[in-house]
Protein backbone atom coordinates (compact mmCIF):
# COMPACT_ATOMS: atom_id res chain seq x y z
CA UNK A 1 0.00 0.00 0.00
CA UNK A 2 1.00 3.51 -0.39
CA UNK A 3 1.24 6.09 2.38
CA UNK A 4 -1.90 7.59 1.46
CA UNK A 5 -3.51 3.81 1.81
CA UNK A 6 -1.71 3.80 5.00
CA UNK A 7 -2.55 6.71 6.27
CA UNK A 8 -6.53 5.89 5.59
CA UNK A 9 -6.00 2.74 6.55
CA UNK A 10 -4.21 3.40 10.64
CA UNK A 11 -7.17 6.53 10.73
CA UNK A 12 -9.96 3.43 10.84
CA UNK A 13 -7.79 1.12 12.77
CA UNK A 14 -7.61 3.89 15.13
CA UNK A 15 -11.42 4.98 14.98
CA UNK A 16 -12.99 1.40 15.38
CA UNK A 17 -10.89 0.12 17.88
CA UNK A 18 -12.17 2.95 20.28
CA UNK A 19 -16.23 1.43 20.08
CA UNK A 20 -17.20 -0.65 22.73
CA UNK A 21 -21.00 -2.48 22.96
CA UNK A 22 -22.76 -2.97 26.81
CA UNK A 23 -23.00 -6.35 25.74
CA UNK A 24 -22.42 -9.13 23.18
CA UNK A 25 -23.79 -6.97 20.08
CA UNK A 26 -21.43 -5.63 18.31
CA UNK A 27 -21.29 -7.18 14.41
CA UNK A 28 -17.84 -8.19 12.40
CA UNK A 29 -17.96 -9.88 9.05
CA UNK A 30 -15.03 -10.41 6.56
CA UNK A 31 -15.50 -11.25 2.98
CA UNK A 32 -12.41 -12.48 1.26
CA UNK A 33 -11.00 -11.36 -2.80
CA UNK A 34 -13.11 -12.77 -4.93
CA UNK A 35 -15.70 -14.35 -2.51
CA UNK A 36 -19.30 -14.72 -3.65
CA UNK A 37 -21.16 -11.95 -2.02
CA UNK A 38 -24.43 -13.15 -2.08
CA UNK A 39 -23.74 -16.30 0.15
CA UNK A 40 -22.74 -13.76 2.72
CA UNK A 41 -26.53 -12.15 2.46
CA UNK A 42 -27.38 -15.37 3.34
CA UNK A 43 -25.62 -16.40 6.18
CA UNK A 44 -26.72 -12.83 7.45
CA UNK A 45 -29.77 -13.76 6.83
CA UNK A 46 -29.05 -17.06 8.73
CA UNK A 47 -27.62 -15.31 11.89
CA UNK A 48 -30.67 -12.96 11.89
CA UNK A 49 -33.03 -15.80 12.45
CA UNK A 50 -30.71 -17.28 15.09
CA UNK A 51 -30.34 -13.91 16.87
CA UNK A 52 -34.20 -14.66 17.66
CA UNK A 53 -33.46 -16.98 20.49
CA UNK A 54 -31.45 -14.53 22.25
CA UNK A 55 -32.62 -14.52 25.62
CA UNK A 56 -32.31 -11.01 26.63
CA UNK A 57 -35.29 -8.52 24.85
CA UNK A 58 -32.49 -5.35 24.41
CA UNK A 59 -29.51 -7.48 23.03
CA UNK A 60 -31.94 -9.62 20.36
CA UNK A 61 -32.89 -6.09 19.40
CA UNK A 62 -29.78 -4.66 18.51
CA UNK A 63 -27.95 -8.06 16.76
CA UNK A 64 -31.31 -8.41 14.79
CA UNK A 65 -30.74 -4.39 13.95
CA UNK A 66 -26.93 -4.52 13.22
CA UNK A 67 -27.77 -7.56 11.02
CA UNK A 68 -30.32 -6.12 9.12
CA UNK A 69 -28.21 -3.05 8.58
CA UNK A 70 -25.76 -5.18 7.09
CA UNK A 71 -28.06 -7.47 5.02
CA UNK A 72 -29.24 -4.21 3.17
CA UNK A 73 -25.56 -3.47 2.50
CA UNK A 74 -24.66 -6.97 1.08
CA UNK A 75 -27.94 -6.91 -0.65
CA UNK A 76 -26.62 -3.43 -2.45
CA UNK A 77 -23.46 -5.02 -3.60
CA UNK A 78 -23.15 -6.34 -7.05
CA UNK A 79 -19.75 -8.00 -6.28
CA UNK A 80 -17.31 -8.05 -3.23
CA UNK A 81 -14.77 -5.11 -4.43
CA UNK A 82 -11.56 -6.36 -5.12
CA UNK A 83 -9.82 -6.66 -2.75
CA UNK A 84 -12.23 -8.02 -0.24
CA UNK A 85 -14.57 -6.11 2.26
CA UNK A 86 -14.92 -5.93 5.74
CA UNK A 87 -17.96 -5.00 7.44
CA UNK A 88 -19.78 -3.48 10.57
CA UNK A 89 -22.65 -2.57 12.51
CA UNK A 90 -23.88 -2.59 15.86
CA UNK A 91 -25.11 -0.55 18.78
CA UNK A 92 -21.80 1.46 20.37
CA UNK A 93 -23.96 3.86 23.00
CA UNK A 94 -22.61 3.23 26.39
CA UNK A 95 -25.74 4.49 28.13
CA UNK A 96 -28.11 1.08 28.83
CA UNK A 97 -31.64 1.71 26.66
CA UNK A 98 -29.98 4.48 24.22
CA UNK A 99 -29.02 3.69 20.73
CA UNK A 100 -25.85 4.84 19.42
CA UNK A 101 -25.76 2.83 15.98
CA UNK A 102 -23.15 2.45 13.31
CA UNK A 103 -22.19 0.66 9.98
CA UNK A 104 -19.10 0.62 8.42
CA UNK A 105 -17.76 -0.66 5.27
CA UNK A 106 -14.06 -0.79 4.42
CA UNK A 107 -12.21 -2.22 1.24
CA UNK A 108 -8.74 -2.75 2.55
CA UNK A 109 -5.93 -1.81 0.62
CA UNK A 110 -4.49 -5.21 1.00
CA UNK A 111 -5.61 -8.56 -0.64
CA UNK A 112 -7.89 -9.88 2.20
CA UNK A 113 -7.91 -13.87 2.86
CA UNK A 114 -9.50 -14.27 5.79
CA UNK A 115 -13.17 -15.02 5.74
CA UNK A 116 -14.72 -14.50 9.74
CA UNK A 117 -18.18 -13.50 10.89
CA UNK A 118 -17.81 -12.64 14.44
CA UNK A 119 -20.46 -11.07 16.67
CA UNK A 120 -18.81 -9.66 20.27
CA UNK A 121 -18.87 -6.76 22.82
CA UNK A 122 -15.74 -5.12 20.24
CA UNK A 123 -15.74 -5.18 16.39
CA UNK A 124 -12.39 -7.31 15.35
CA UNK A 125 -9.60 -5.68 14.14
CA UNK A 126 -6.89 -8.08 13.92
CA UNK A 127 -6.77 -8.58 10.12
CA UNK A 128 -6.63 -5.14 9.58
CA UNK A 129 -3.64 -4.63 11.90
CA UNK A 130 -1.65 -7.29 10.78
CA UNK A 131 -1.42 -4.85 7.65
CA UNK A 132 -0.54 -2.10 9.49
CA UNK A 133 2.67 -4.04 10.23
CA UNK A 134 5.80 -3.06 8.40
CA UNK A 135 6.59 -5.92 6.03
CA UNK A 136 9.86 -7.07 4.52
CA UNK A 137 9.73 -7.95 0.92
CA UNK A 138 11.49 -10.65 -1.01
CA UNK A 139 11.59 -12.22 -4.38
CA UNK A 140 10.97 -16.18 -4.56
CA UNK A 141 12.29 -17.87 -7.54
CA UNK A 142 11.91 -21.96 -7.69
CA UNK A 143 12.93 -23.20 -11.42
CA UNK A 144 14.18 -26.59 -12.85
CA UNK A 145 14.31 -27.06 -17.13
CA UNK A 146 10.41 -28.35 -17.19
CA UNK A 147 9.01 -25.04 -14.46
CA UNK A 148 9.44 -22.43 -12.69
CA UNK A 149 7.06 -20.87 -10.21
CA UNK A 150 7.72 -16.67 -9.18
CA UNK A 151 6.51 -15.49 -5.98
CA UNK A 152 6.94 -12.76 -3.70
CA UNK A 153 7.52 -12.75 0.45
CA UNK A 154 5.56 -10.25 2.26
CA UNK A 155 5.92 -10.27 5.53
CA UNK A 156 5.08 -13.67 6.41
CA UNK A 157 2.80 -14.35 3.70
CA UNK A 158 3.80 -15.60 0.18
CA UNK A 159 2.22 -14.60 -2.38
CA UNK A 160 2.52 -16.70 -6.19
CA UNK A 161 2.71 -14.43 -8.72
CA UNK A 162 3.30 -16.40 -12.20
CA UNK A 163 4.11 -19.95 -12.98
CA UNK A 164 5.47 -21.73 -16.23
CA UNK A 165 5.64 -24.41 -18.08
CA UNK A 166 9.05 -24.38 -20.44
CA UNK A 167 8.40 -27.13 -23.00
CA UNK A 168 11.70 -28.16 -23.24
CA UNK A 169 11.58 -32.11 -23.52
CA UNK A 170 12.98 -34.51 -22.24
CA UNK A 171 16.54 -37.07 -22.79
CA UNK A 172 15.85 -38.47 -26.13
CA UNK A 173 16.55 -42.35 -26.59
CA UNK A 174 18.38 -42.36 -29.19
CA UNK A 175 22.00 -42.42 -30.20
CA UNK A 176 25.01 -41.14 -32.24
CA UNK A 177 24.40 -37.63 -33.70
CA UNK A 178 21.07 -37.73 -33.20
CA UNK A 179 21.21 -37.89 -29.53
CA UNK A 180 24.01 -34.56 -29.74
CA UNK A 181 22.04 -33.01 -31.54
CA UNK A 182 18.65 -33.32 -29.66
CA UNK A 183 21.11 -32.48 -26.29
CA UNK A 184 21.70 -29.31 -28.00
CA UNK A 185 18.25 -28.15 -28.96
CA UNK A 186 17.56 -28.87 -25.16
CA UNK A 187 20.32 -26.92 -23.99
CA UNK A 188 19.43 -24.23 -26.38
CA UNK A 189 15.15 -24.41 -25.47
CA UNK A 190 16.70 -24.13 -21.54
CA UNK A 191 18.66 -21.06 -21.66
CA UNK A 192 15.90 -19.47 -23.84
CA UNK A 193 13.25 -20.62 -20.96
CA UNK A 194 16.02 -19.08 -18.30
CA UNK A 195 16.31 -15.59 -19.98
CA UNK A 196 12.33 -15.51 -20.16
CA UNK A 197 12.35 -16.10 -16.26
CA UNK A 198 14.98 -13.48 -15.62
CA UNK A 199 13.06 -10.94 -17.76
CA UNK A 200 9.57 -11.81 -15.83
CA UNK A 201 12.05 -11.43 -12.99
CA UNK A 202 12.55 -7.53 -13.77
CA UNK A 203 8.91 -7.21 -14.69
CA UNK A 204 8.23 -8.40 -11.01
CA UNK A 205 10.82 -7.30 -8.74
CA UNK A 206 12.37 -4.20 -10.37
CA UNK A 207 9.60 -1.47 -9.35
CA UNK A 208 9.88 -2.24 -6.05
CA UNK A 209 13.14 -0.92 -5.44
CA UNK A 210 14.44 -0.54 -2.07
CA UNK A 211 11.30 -2.23 -0.68
CA UNK A 212 12.77 -5.20 -2.24
CA UNK A 213 15.28 -6.59 0.76
CA UNK A 214 16.60 -9.68 -0.92
CA UNK A 215 15.78 -12.42 -4.08
CA UNK A 216 15.91 -16.38 -2.88
CA UNK A 217 16.42 -18.70 -5.37
CA UNK A 218 15.85 -22.66 -5.13
CA UNK A 219 15.43 -25.63 -7.63
CA UNK A 220 16.67 -29.32 -7.64
CA UNK A 221 20.14 -30.26 -8.73
CA UNK A 222 22.16 -27.67 -10.63
CA UNK A 223 19.15 -26.07 -12.65
CA UNK A 224 19.45 -22.70 -10.11
CA UNK A 225 23.40 -22.42 -10.86
CA UNK A 226 22.38 -22.71 -14.72
CA UNK A 227 19.57 -20.04 -14.35
CA UNK A 228 22.13 -17.66 -12.72
CA UNK A 229 24.72 -18.06 -14.82
CA UNK A 230 22.60 -18.18 -18.48
CA UNK A 231 19.35 -16.54 -17.60
CA UNK A 232 21.05 -12.80 -18.46
CA UNK A 233 19.39 -11.58 -14.81
CA UNK A 234 20.09 -7.63 -14.47
CA UNK A 235 22.51 -7.02 -11.96
CA UNK A 236 20.41 -4.99 -9.94
CA UNK A 237 18.34 -8.01 -9.16
CA UNK A 238 21.45 -10.84 -9.37
CA UNK A 239 23.07 -9.07 -6.45
CA UNK A 240 19.95 -8.95 -4.81
CA UNK A 241 20.41 -12.79 -4.59
CA UNK A 242 20.67 -13.22 -0.79
CA UNK A 243 20.57 -17.15 -1.04
CA UNK A 244 20.60 -20.56 -3.22
CA UNK A 245 18.77 -23.48 -1.96
CA UNK A 246 18.81 -26.80 -3.31
CA UNK A 247 14.64 -27.91 -3.64
CA UNK A 248 13.19 -30.72 -5.46
CA UNK A 249 10.08 -29.12 -6.28
CA UNK A 250 9.52 -26.01 -8.80
CA UNK A 251 6.12 -25.45 -8.62
CA UNK A 252 3.98 -23.57 -5.20
CA UNK A 253 4.75 -26.27 -2.77
CA UNK A 254 8.61 -25.87 -4.06
CA UNK A 255 8.12 -22.09 -2.42
CA UNK A 256 7.24 -23.17 0.64
CA UNK A 257 10.25 -24.93 0.96
CA UNK A 258 12.11 -22.62 -0.65
CA UNK A 259 11.16 -19.92 2.50
CA UNK A 260 11.53 -22.53 5.25
CA UNK A 261 15.40 -23.13 3.64
CA UNK A 262 16.16 -19.71 4.02
CA UNK A 263 15.20 -18.91 7.51
CA UNK A 264 18.31 -18.16 8.34
CA UNK A 265 19.76 -16.20 5.24
CA UNK A 266 16.46 -13.83 5.40
CA UNK A 267 16.84 -13.53 9.81
CA UNK A 268 20.17 -12.32 9.05
CA UNK A 269 19.27 -10.01 6.01
CA UNK A 270 17.02 -8.11 8.10
CA UNK A 271 19.21 -7.76 11.25
CA UNK A 272 22.08 -6.57 8.50
CA UNK A 273 19.44 -4.32 6.95
CA UNK A 274 18.79 -2.45 10.09
CA UNK A 275 22.53 -2.54 11.19
CA UNK A 276 23.68 -0.78 7.98
CA UNK A 277 20.58 2.14 8.42
CA UNK A 278 21.66 2.46 11.94
CA UNK A 279 25.25 2.37 11.21
CA UNK A 280 24.89 5.50 8.64
CA UNK A 281 22.90 7.25 11.42
CA UNK A 282 25.41 6.83 14.34
CA UNK A 283 28.45 7.92 11.42
CA UNK A 284 26.38 10.95 10.43
CA UNK A 285 25.91 11.85 14.08
CA UNK A 286 29.71 11.91 14.51
CA UNK A 287 30.87 13.67 11.93
CA UNK A 288 27.85 15.46 10.03
CA UNK A 289 25.73 15.75 13.44
CA UNK A 290 24.23 19.01 12.00
CA UNK A 291 22.68 16.88 9.50
CA UNK A 292 20.78 14.68 12.39
CA UNK A 293 18.24 15.03 14.89
CA UNK A 294 17.36 13.11 17.98
CA UNK A 295 14.97 13.49 20.41
CA UNK A 296 11.35 14.13 20.61
CA UNK A 297 11.86 17.88 20.20
CA UNK A 298 14.51 18.15 17.91
CA UNK A 299 12.92 15.49 15.26
CA UNK A 300 9.57 17.74 15.37
CA UNK A 301 11.59 20.77 14.34
CA UNK A 302 13.71 18.69 11.46
CA UNK A 303 9.91 17.65 10.37
CA UNK A 304 8.30 20.88 10.42
CA UNK A 305 11.28 22.50 7.96
CA UNK A 306 10.67 19.80 5.69
CA UNK A 307 14.63 18.87 6.47
CA UNK A 308 14.14 15.37 7.14
CA UNK A 309 15.48 12.84 4.55
CA UNK A 310 14.83 9.38 6.69
CA UNK A 311 13.02 9.46 9.73
CA UNK A 312 14.14 6.38 12.28
CA UNK A 313 11.91 5.11 14.91
CA UNK A 314 12.22 2.48 17.44
CA UNK A 315 9.77 -0.26 17.46
CA UNK A 316 9.17 -0.05 21.41
CA UNK A 317 7.75 3.45 21.07
CA UNK A 318 4.22 3.96 22.58
CA UNK A 319 2.08 3.11 18.76
CA UNK A 320 0.62 6.45 19.27
CA UNK A 321 3.90 8.48 19.35
CA UNK A 322 4.87 6.05 16.51
CA UNK A 323 1.85 7.20 14.21
CA UNK A 324 2.22 10.71 15.38
CA UNK A 325 5.15 10.57 13.54
CA UNK A 326 4.78 8.65 10.62
CA UNK A 327 1.74 11.30 10.26
CA UNK A 328 4.57 14.16 10.66
CA UNK A 329 6.61 12.32 7.61
CA UNK A 330 3.62 11.51 5.11
CA UNK A 331 3.16 15.11 4.85
CA UNK A 332 6.56 15.68 3.43
CA UNK A 333 7.41 12.71 1.67
CA UNK A 334 9.56 11.43 3.96
CA UNK A 335 11.02 7.49 4.52
CA UNK A 336 10.39 5.88 7.37
CA UNK A 337 12.38 3.09 8.82
CA UNK A 338 11.22 1.13 12.24
CA UNK A 339 14.00 -0.01 14.51
CA UNK A 340 13.74 -3.19 16.58
CA UNK A 341 15.95 -4.02 19.58
CA UNK A 342 16.85 -7.36 19.26
CA UNK A 343 20.10 -6.18 17.87
CA UNK A 344 23.32 -3.88 20.15
CA UNK A 345 23.08 -0.69 18.07
CA UNK A 346 18.89 -0.91 18.33
CA UNK A 347 19.90 -1.04 21.47
CA UNK A 348 21.86 2.13 21.54
CA UNK A 349 19.25 3.70 19.14
CA UNK A 350 16.62 3.06 21.73
CA UNK A 351 18.75 4.81 24.82
CA UNK A 352 19.19 8.04 22.26
CA UNK A 353 15.35 8.35 22.85
CA UNK A 354 14.33 6.01 19.77
CA UNK A 355 13.97 9.19 17.76
CA UNK A 356 16.21 10.37 15.18
CA UNK A 357 16.53 11.42 11.67
CA UNK A 358 18.77 11.77 8.54
CA UNK A 359 18.67 15.51 7.02
CA UNK A 360 18.65 16.77 3.87
CA UNK A 361 20.25 19.79 5.17
CA UNK A 362 21.80 21.16 8.58
CA UNK A 363 19.05 23.29 10.33
Same mark, same amino acid.
Given at each position: ?130 ? %??? =?? /? ?8 ? &??? +?? @? $? !? ?81 ? %??? =?? /? ?8 ? &??? +?? @? $? !? ?104
Amino acid at each position: MDGEERYHLEEFFEKMKEYRARHTELITVYVPKGFDINLITKQLESEKSTAANIKSTSTRKNVQDALESLIRLTKGMKQTPKNGVVLFSGNVSQTEGQDEFITETFEPPEELNVRLYRCDQTFVLDPLEEM %LEV =KE /LYGLVVIERK &EAT +IG @L $L !VGKKIKILQKFDSRVPGKTNKGGQSAARFSRIRDNMAKEFYRKIAEVMKQEFFHLGENLRGILVGGPGPTKEDFLKEGQLITA %LRD =KV /LAVKDIGYAD &EHG +ID @L $L !VEASADALSEQEITYEKRILEKFFNMLGKEAKKTAYGEEPVRKALEYGAVQTLLLSKKLKRSDIKKFEKKAKETSVDVELISIDTEEGQQFWNLGGLGAMLRFAI
